[in-house]
């Protein structure tokens, strides 16, 4: 059984990636997620206001001068504020210890000398740069067009691939007036990957208490069925590596999205549901579902239900949209 899988230029054991969250937010837990079998692992985000808020601490301290150092960084700076951007570097190096590839993340929505900590990331030893661009086109005082929202993304896309010489995947939502043309520009402007999707923040309004909560819950296999139509769109359409991300429960729902044409499957919440040894139950599904169809190897299955060009086959055109609706009336009719 052969699962071996390439992803951004690099050859990876098998598809399964563990994708950004608290799972792989430590040296140890990479190394039990390396003991699972991963193929690869994406670290949590560094975040682009970490990044500034690390500038702004570095500019006082040298305003006050190297003679106070030790009293400035006492009074003036918050260190727990300002540690994660040193602390990430050490990080990727001692994840990479695990032998496991490791992908850093850099999150971030604006213009601004933050994409340049990508360079960095590359020189602790990451892999590859996984680019999460978290804009809301609602933050502004005014909302953006649709093109300027999108220039935002290839722009940001330029600054970083201009620092760094390892491939960059860009990691996105679906929520673009086309998504199609945004990954097209995206390839263009050097993505060497997508990774479809990142899960919005999932903001709320509690009517008992009047009050906006923000958070996140882990996600259920449903969701998965936008990302992995637009893989499905895609495949063919693109040449750079698309990745997978959300709802990856089982085998069944990596088996799938391999189908669909995704070069690799990630997972945090069934990981963080279930634990690093979750990755293995994967990764041992997924070889008794290639064993039992007669498939020796995951080449041979990515993207045969792909969408291909002709988008009226069934299932991904509107023609497959009526009869859907028509099936659906028929099955929850009521008596
Ligand atoms: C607790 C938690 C923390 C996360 N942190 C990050 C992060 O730092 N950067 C990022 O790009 N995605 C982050 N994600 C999103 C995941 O990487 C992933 O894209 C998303 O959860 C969908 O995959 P899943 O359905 O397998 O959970 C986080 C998700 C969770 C649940």
């Known amino acids: ?24 937010q430590t040296a140890e837990r990479v190394e039990h997620l390396a003991e699972a079998g991963v193929g690869a692992v994406v670290l949590p985000s560094l975040f682009e206001e970490q990044i500034r808020a690390e500038a702004d601490r570095d500019e006082r301290l040298a305003e006050v001068g190297i003679d106070s150092f030790g ?34 993340s850099l999150n971030g929505s604006t213009h601004g000398g933050w994409t340049e900590y990508a360079r960095a990331m590359q020189d602790a030893g990451a892999v590859a740069i996984e680019l999460n661009i978290y804009y809301l086109p609602t933050d502004g005082s005014s909302f953006p067009s649709g093109r300027e929202n999108e220039q935002r993304f290839v722009d940001i896309l330029a600054a970083v691939k ?53 958070g996140f819950k882990l996600s259920s296999p449903a969701e998965a069925t936008v990302p992995r139509s637009w893989i499905a769109r895609l495949r063919g359409r693109v040449r750079c590596s698309l990745a997978a991300s959300t709802g990856v429960e089982t085998a069944d729902d990596v088996a799938a999205y391999l189908l669909a044409g995704a070069d690799v499957v990630m997972t945090t919440s069934a990981l963080l549901r279930h634990g690093p040894s979750h990755a293995t139950a994967l990764l041992d599904g997924l070889t008794a579902w290639m064993n039992r ?8 299955i990515r993207g045969l239900l792909a969408a291909g060009e002709d988008t009226s ?7 497959g949209y009526l009869s859907a609706v028509q099936q659906a009336s028929r099955a929850f009719s009521p008596r």
């Open 1 to 24: 059984m052969n699962l071996d899988t390439s992803y951004l230029g690099l050859k990876l054991r098998n598809p399964l990636v563990a994708s950004a969250g608290p799972m792989t």
């Open 71 to 104: 009293e400035a960084a006492s009074y003036l700076i918050d260190p727990d504020a300002t540690a994660w951007p040193r602390q990430y570097l050490d990080l990727i190096g001692r994840a990479a210890k695990s032998g496991v590839p490791v992908i850093a």
């Open 162 to 214: 201009s620092v760094v010489s390892v491939p960059i995947a860009v990691k996105l939502t679906p929520y673009f007036s086309s998504f199609g043309d945004m990954a097209l520009r995206l390839e263009q402007a050097g993505a060497d990957g997508l990774v479809l999707f990142n899960r919005f923040m999932q903001t709320d309004i509690d009517p008992d208490t009047f009050t906006v909560s923000t």
């Open 293 to 300: 169809k007669g498939i020796g190897s995951v080449t041979e």
């Open 313 to 319: 086959q069934a299932g991904f055109g509107r023609y």
